[in-house]
């Protein structure tokens, strides 16, 4: 990917390595991605819920179908001369070569990045190499042999491996990696430092690893080795059972989808069913301490899988324009308002909602925020400077039960790649209306892409755009588009 020969990955650098986020919204400049793997076609019904899968997935039909799509419209936003010309059909019948990190055709941008051709760079180091065969084959407890026929593969095949669990003839040496095409929760950037994660499920684990192998030695990271941040359990926690009531104020478990960089000096954590309170308070020391940032927001969500990060409740869309569910967006009368089919569903969770800002220096007088709406109004107006009206667009637009069941399918999970140009599902319908109501342009990615390969568009001209990815397996899933990138470099807003 970078030109990374073998046992000289230390001095390479690449030609432009600025790594910088200041806002959810700034345009996209690079990020790294992760495309579904042969592991994702591995995932059998009786171990989905352990790998934290909703459901199996048909693999080719996800890439061909969907992901690539995904892959072409971040190539023509961030690196346009990589797709233009170059593949104009998608689809059952489409050549995948330029799609696949291991070809020879790969599109190899290092502005939309895999992190298998990154952990594949990594493994040109025999040292390193030796490293994490032998780190993986002990949390995976597989047979000594099994090191030293791992250590017989060439790079590319290897990282293949060690990401799908899987041999070249579909030998399954350990369980896969499902999740790691949702490469926001392995890390995130806070202006120009780097926080690691700690997933909170063992069946993320060795994304773990793989990700701290990739951002300690791949030359693209070689200039932020004193700016990457990690966190650590209380230092009694190892003395604790793995049930214990105090696991939220004695361990550290984080994931990306709860942590947001909204505005240059501010700093939004959630407290989830994955991210505990004590990481929460680790990382707010850690910013603070190296003066990152001025303000921190805590915001605890119920700790229910339909909510399992903040952002699977809300992202943002433009600098004064916010997607989220509006069940847990207000605590007033507004939200109490029922007919006879909401007064029988399930109460209003917003009361489990909980909002703690703390200012640097004033930590022990946090600010308590009634509501979700009034957070995000607050950044919009004062963080970010909008001064038209604050919008807030609903998830099936707050209709019953379209609010719930788009939810799930990731209707506030979207990416931005410009102020007002977001990435989401076909399939949330009713959501994609009330972007039509609130002035939006709302077109799928097949469409706009024709009028990108036919040059009637350009990325650089449209704006307050919903983009839709055709859906039905990357839905399957339980991640959207905000889930399945991790922004490196953005323009500040």
């Known amino acids: 990917m970078f030109a990374v ?72 936003f961030l690196d346009p001369e990589k797709i233009r010309g170059k593949v104009t059909h998608l689809g059952p019948e489409s050549d995948r070569s330029f799609f696949k990190p291991d ?47 791992l250590s017989a593969y060439e790079p590319t095949e290897l990282a293949k491996i060690m990401i799908s669990g899987s041999l070249p003839d579909q030998t399954m040496l350990f369980s896969p990696l499902p999740n790691f095409i949702f490469t926001r929760d392995i890390g995130i950037v806070i202006n120009d430092h780097i926080l690691l994660n700690k997933p909170a499920k063992q069946a993320r684990t060795r994304e773990a690893l793989l990700a701290q192998y990739i951002f300690f030695n791949h030359p693209l990271f070689a200039t932020y ?63 603070f301490g190296k003066n990152l940032v001025d303000k921190v927001t ?7 899988r339909d909510y399992m990060h903040i952002d699977t409740i809300f992202t943002q869309v433009k600098r004064n324009v916010w997607v989220l569910l509006g069940s847990l967006a207000r605590t007033g009368d507004e939200a109490k308002k029922r007919d006879v089919l909401h007064f029988f569903a399930p109460r209003d969770l917003s009361e489990d909602l909980k909002i703690m800002q703390f200012i640097k220096g004033l930590e022990h007088k946090p600010i308590e925020i009634d509501n979700l709406e009034d957070l995000l109004t607050d950044i919009s107006r004062n963080d970010l400077g909008a001064t038209e009206p604050i919008q807030f667009i609903y998830s099936g637009n707050n209709e019953f039960p379209f609010g719930a ?24 319908q009713k959501t994609a209306d009330a972007f039509r109501e609130a002035g939006f342009d709302v077109v799928g990615a097949a469409k706009l892409l024709e009028r990108f390969d036919r040059g009637e568009s350009s990325p650089d001209t449209i704006q307050n755009t919903l983009i839709l990815l055709p859906s039905a397996e990357l839905s399957r899933a339980r991640g959207g588009s905000h889930c399945m990138s991790l922004p ?3 323009d500040d807003v």
């Not at 070809?103 to 502005?111: A, L």
């Not at 308070?281 to 850690?286: E, I, T």
């Not at 069941?405 to 399939?427: F, H, I, K, M, P």
């Open 103 to 149: 070809h020879t055709d790969y599109f190899r941008s290092d502005k939309v990045v895999d992190v298998q051709s990154l952990l594949a760079d990594v493994l040109t180091d025999e040292s390193i190499r030796g490293q994490l065969i032998a780190a993986i084959c002990g949390i995976e407890r597989t047979p000594f042999r099994t090191q030293q026929q």
């Open 488 to 490: 490196l470099l953005r």
């Open 5 to 76: 020969e073998k046992g000289e990955i230390a001095n390479q650098q690449p030609a432009n390595e600025a790594i910088k986020v200041s806002s959810e919204i700034g345009r996209l400049r690079r990020l790294l991605i992760h495309s579904p793997d042969r592991g994702l076609g591995k995932v059998v019904p009786s171990k989905a819920q352990d790998w934290l899968f909703e459901d199996i997935v048909h693999l080719d039909m996800m890439r061909r179908d969907e992901y690539d799509y995904y892959v072409k419209i971040l190539l023509y």
């Open 225 to 287: 080795q004193d700016r990457i941040l990690e966190i650590q359990d209380n230092e009694y926690a190892f003395l604790l059972p793995d049930a214990d009531a105090n696991r939220d104020v004695t361990r550290s478990t984080l994931e990306g989808g709860d942590v947001m960089m909204i505005a240059k000096r501010h700093l939004m954590i959630g407290v989830s069913e994955r991210t505990t309170l004590y990481a929460a308070q680790q990382v707010m020391k850690l910013v």
């Open 405 to 428: 069941r788009e939810q799930w399918t990731d209707s506030c999970n979207l990416l931005a790649l410009n102020d007002g140009v977001v990435v989401g599902y076909d399939r949330n």
């Open 298 to 304: 805590i915001i605890k969500i119920p700790k229910k």
